[in-house]
């Protein structure tokens, strides 16, 4: 004779449920976003020597501005430059290539990387000219990769 049956109900009552909750599909599972193609394009990440990313502000062709301006990197990192707007066409030169050769420049459209293969040492600073155009119009700034540790 059962002296529980209150007791058993709760088991089987939980067991139920597990078993309708492993086997049904998911559908309230709400899965987050993509992450945006274009990182500058909703606000500036955080820095990383090892993962430089480069915002350049493009709204304004006029007063065209990077962030971070002074970006550190460590040997062999890829920097990746982004404009905000995500629209137009980038183009970086550096003056040497302590940090980062020319050659090694991909640009595509609002994008460009390069990795740090210079000979440079560390704190070795390297002066760059990022340049936007778009529209027949056309901005710069001249910032700054210096070699991290």
Request: glycine letters at 8%.
């Amino acid at each position: 004779m059962n002296r529980c049956p209150i007791q058993n109900a709760l088991v089987f009552l939980a067991a139920a449920i597990l078993v309708s909750c492993s086997t049904s599909p998911d559908h309230n599972v709400i899965a987050p976003p993509p992450p945006p193609v274009n990182p500058c394009a909703t606000s500036v990440p955080l820095p990383s020597s090892s993962a430089p990313i480069v915002c350049v502000d493009d709204r304004d062709l006029n007063h065209v501005a990077t962030s971070p301006y002074r970006v550190w990197a460590k040997k062999n990192a890829r920097v990746n430059w982004y404009t905000v707007t995500g629209t137009g066409q980038i183009d970086i030169a550096f003056e040497d290539g302590q940090c980062v050769n020319n050659v090694d420049l991909n640009c595509s459209g609002s994008q460009c990387d390069a990795p740090v293969k210079g000979p440079g040492g560390i704190g070795t600073s390297c002066k760059y000219t990022v340049k936007v155009k778009r529209g027949g119009s056309e901005g710069s700034e001249d910032p700054i990769v210096i070699i991290d540790a």
